[in-house]
């Protein structure tokens, strides 16, 4: 279970934060104006530059992975569609065993990928980051609710770009 569990989360991350081996990030104040992804089913709202459109996902199979958002820039939509990556995306993962974040660390992700951790806060919001290495480096950012771990995944944001996180993660709430 775990190792397919890994295997899932990895092809998710090679596949969809491939963006950094096909873009350098650089974003401009036009993005600075945020829509919301609002889901009710988990319970969460997301904010976005209104200069992205998103694709949801709900069809994981064997895995705990229930929802999927992966979030693309609108400019690059009309270029190779084979070829287009988002820039972050969100899953939400059951978490039946109700385990804390260090421990559905330690039991789900395999810890040779993980190389840095350290609590972001964010508005309301205490966010565990990760690095996560592999064939594309990135960062993960973690946040429970007990039910379900909420998983942001962004490139390795430097600069001006760790602005442009910075306010997405602060857009991130659950929903009352």
Do not use: C
Request: charged residues 25%; negative net charge; glycine residues 4%.
């Amino acid at each position: 279970m775990r190792f397919s569990y890994i295997k899932t989360l990895a092809f998710i991350f090679l596949i969809f934060v491939g963006s950094l081996l096909v873009a350098k990030f650089s974003f401009s104040e036009e993005s600075s104006e945020f829509t919301y992804l609002s889901n009710n089913l988990y319970n969460f709202s997301l904010g976005y530059p209104e200069n992205f459109l998103y694709h949801e996902e709900t069809n994981f199979k064997k895995s705990d992975t229930k929802y999927g958002a992966y979030f693309y820039r609108k400019d690059e939509l009309s270029s190779e569609p084979d070829h287009l990556f988002p820039q972050f995306s969100i899953l939400v993962i059951e978490n039946p065993e109700k385990l804390s974040l260090d421990d559905w660390i330690q039991n789900k992700l395999d810890p040779v990928f993980i190389s840095d951790r350290e609590e972001v806060v964010k508005a309301d919001n205490r966010f565990l980051r990760l690095l996560q290495q592999g064939e594309i480096d990135h960062y993960i950012h973690l946040i429970s609710d007990n039910n379900y771990i909420f998983m942001l995944s962004t490139p390795l944001y430097q600069g001006e770009d760790s602005g442009f996180y910075s306010e997405i993660l602060s857009s991130f709430s659950f929903n009352e």
